[in-house]
């Protein structure tokens, strides 16, 4: 039984031993291929090492030439900075100008306004105080007032008006060579005005007045033809049958 | 004698020297108040008591009626009251009674000193005495304002009895009331011609006719009669015109003729109803009412006929207008709300404002000379009198209580 175990013990030793030198032929081969491998990969490291030694020198270069590029770029910034706050500067100041130029534009604008409604104002206050003047049967007032309108606001509607109503006053006042003259001024400067047809009738009755009833009858045609059916043309009408 | 004395009243002006320093006394006092203070003191006597009409009082009355004076009716000369009422003037006089003559003297005269400023001598008969006294009226206020009073004015009106009406003259104060037409018809709206006549509306053809009278005396004459209506006529002194509504061409317009009713010429050519026409002061425009628009409203025309212009807006009718004697403003008869009552208007359209603000129909408006009062007529106290009215709308007063007494026409003459 002791020999049988004792061979069955040596039998596994041999088979063991057997076993074994086989693994270790293999493990020296492996071996040898590692160390070929930690070989082959020194090298690789060593190139890595290179390789990355150039890499940071380039690294370094690079950013040393990016510090010197920021540097640059921060000199620019700066310049765009300050020439920004230089444009803005500017335009604060072409504002501030703008502003001052659109504020003087505005008094102006204002004033003129101011300036020309005062006027019209004024204009039409005179009028109507020489107007009522005129109601009031103060003829030579309301003559003066008149002709200062004409004077002072030519161009308007109320010069125009104030030239026939001057010719009217002249008339009241019995003056007719002055308000003959007066209605064919209004005649003669605003022939499509709106008081033509007064002035037709007016100039007329100068006429009759003046004992010239030739031109009496040929300005009062002028008025039939220009105004018929009018009120001036009525009355014309009725003064040149007698009526 | 004494028809003669009746018929000329002598006036005598006793002093008119001023002293160039009096003047500018007065000039510089009336430009500083609005109202001149007066005392009015009672006159004395040299012979006789003046029975009715006491000149004074008569003065004072014009002077009150005025509204231009702190009036004080004074009973004696009372220089510290004078003082203490600020009164620098005063009026007082003597007269001397002969049965129905009596002499007559009027004095301005410094209130404190009573140095003589103006005086004036009056001699006539006892009946004229009002007359006396409204003349030295209005020369002192000619004096103190530069302008005629209104205290010898007179004014024209109608006085119905039924169915028939006559024209009847008066004082400005109501006073010296006289009829001037002895009719048994209707007459209607008379105005004024001068001091010696008038014109009115009368049917004594049986239609309506313009006729002219003597102030005085005389019949009644026609001055435009025709188969037509003429009516409303307004006489205008500066051009010796009347204008008058006529309806001579189908419907009523406004005529124009001279003062002896020749040279007729129509003014207007509507087809609407034109009438009541009246003269501006300076006898160059004419106002009038037309329904042209559809409505009765107050237009203006020159005495040609031209330039006519509507002015007034307000009120659905309008009748009787009345040119002010200083030419700015019209008074004319407007009805609002269904009430007749006195209007006014400024002569460019502007400042319609309300006079009569008083029960009753107030219409026909007729200016005193000076334009300090309204003449009109008013059933107010129900039956139909006149009264005056100062332009804002104060001072209302009666000037008849007949109860029928219509259509004034106040004149200077």
Redesign the interface.
């Known amino acids: 039984m002791r020999a049988t175990t004792g061979s069955f013990l040596s039998f596994l030793l041999l088979v063991l031993f057997s076993a074994g030198c086989s693994h270790y032929k293999s493990l020296k081969q492996d071996l040898t291929v590692i160390k070929s491998e930690i070989d082959s990969m020194k090298v690789t490291l060593a190139e890595l090492d290179e390789r990355l030694s150039n890499q940071n020198e380039l690294t370094r270069l690079i950013r040393a030439d990016q510090q010197v590029r920021f540097k640059e770029l921060k000199e620019d910034m700066d310049v765009v900075a300050s020439n920004i706050t230089e444009s803005q500067i500017k335009l604060s100041k072409i504002d501030e100008k703008t502003q001052q130029l659109k504020k003087g534009w505005e008094e102006k604008t204002r004033v003129d306004s101011l300036h020309e409604a005062a006027r019209i104002a004024e204009m039409e206050s005179h009028y109507e105080v020489a107007r009522s003047d005129y109601s009031s049967g103060r003829y030579a007032i309301a003559l003066g007032g008149f002709q200062d309108i004409v004077k002072r606001f030519s161009g308007t509607g109320r010069a125009e008006q104030s030239t026939y109503w001057i010719g009217e006053c002249l008339y009241a006042q019995k003056k007719y060579t002055e308000a003959e003259e007066s209605f064919m001024d209004y005649i003669k400067h605003f022939p499509a005005g709106d008081k033509v047809c007064g002035a037709l009738l007016k100039l007329g009755l100068v006429y009759d007045k003046k004992k010239r009833v030739d031109a009496r009858d040929t300005v009062w045609e002028k008025l039939l033809q220009q105004c018929p059916g009018s009120e001036e043309a009525l009355l014309a009408q009725a003064r040149m049958k007698g009526k | 004698m004494r028809t003669a004395l009746r018929a000329g009243l002598i006036f005598l002006i006793l002093n008119v020297s001023f002293l160039s320093a009096d003047q500018i006394a007065l000039e510089a006092y009336v430009s500083s108040f609005d109202s001149i203070p007066l005392a009015v003191i009672p006159f004395s006597t040299g012979g006789g008591e003046i029975p009715l009409n006491l000149p004074w009082e008569v003065m004072a009355d014009d002077f009150e009626f005025s509204n231009r004076f702190l009036l004080l009716r004074a009973e004696q000369r009372d220089t510290a009251l004078f003082a203490a009422k600020n009164i620098m003037l005063c009026i007082d006089g003597e007269y001397a009674l002969t049965g129905e003559n009596i002499f007559m003297t009027c004095n301005i005269r410094n209130a404190l000193t009573n140095e003589l400023i103006y005086g004036k001598m009056y001699s006539g008969v006892l009946g004229d005495i009002r007359k006396m006294a409204h003349n030295f009226s209005n020369t002192a206020y000619e004096l103190f304002f530069g302008e005629r009073g209104p205290f010898e004015s007179r004014i024209l009106f109608i006085a119905d009895k039924g169915p028939v009406k006559n024209v009847f003259i008066m004082d400005y104060d109501g006073r010296n009331t006289r009829q001037l037409t002895h009719t048994s018809t209707i007459n209607l709206f008379p105005c004024f011609v001068d001091s010696t006549a008038f014109l009115w509306t009368s049917y004594l053809k049986g239609r309506p006719d313009i006729f002219t009278a003597s102030l005085v005396a005389g019949s009644p004459k026609a001055f435009i009669s025709s188969r037509f209506t003429d009516t409303s006529p307004a006489y205008s002194p500066i051009e010796d015109k009347v204008v008058f509504a006529s309806s001579r061409n189908d419907n009523l317009d406004i005529y124009i003729c001279d003062g002896n009713g020749k040279n007729?010429?129509?003014?207007t050519?509507n087809k609407a109803i034109d009438t009541s026409p009246c003269w501006?002061?300076?006898?160059?425009?004419i106002a009038f009412i037309s329904d042209r628009t559809g409505q009765p409203q107050i237009y203006?025309m020159?005495v040609?006929?031209?330039?006519?212009r509507r002015l007034t807006y307000e009120g659905g009718y309008q009748d009787s207008p009345a040119w002010s004697p200083?030419?700015?403003k019209i008074a004319y008869t407007s009805i609002r709300d269904g009430k007749l009552d006195i209007w006014m208007i400024?002569?460019?359209g502007s400042n319609c404002v309300k006079v009569t603000d008083i029960p009753g129909r107030n219409e026909y408006p007729s200016w005193s000379p000076d334009g300090s009062y309204i003449v009109f007529q008013s059933t107010f106290k129900n039956k139909c009198d006149l009264f005056a009215i100062r332009p804002d709308g104060t001072g209302l007063r009666g000037l008849s209580f007949t109860g029928n007494a219509k259509m004034p026409d106040w004149s200077a003459f």
């Not at chain 2, 007729?264 to 003014?267: A, P, T, V, W």
Request: hydrophobic residues 35%.
């Open positions: 007729l010429k129509q003014l050519f501006s002061p300076a006898g160059y425009l203006l020159d040609e006929g031209a330039n006519v200083k030419g700015d400024n002569t460019d």
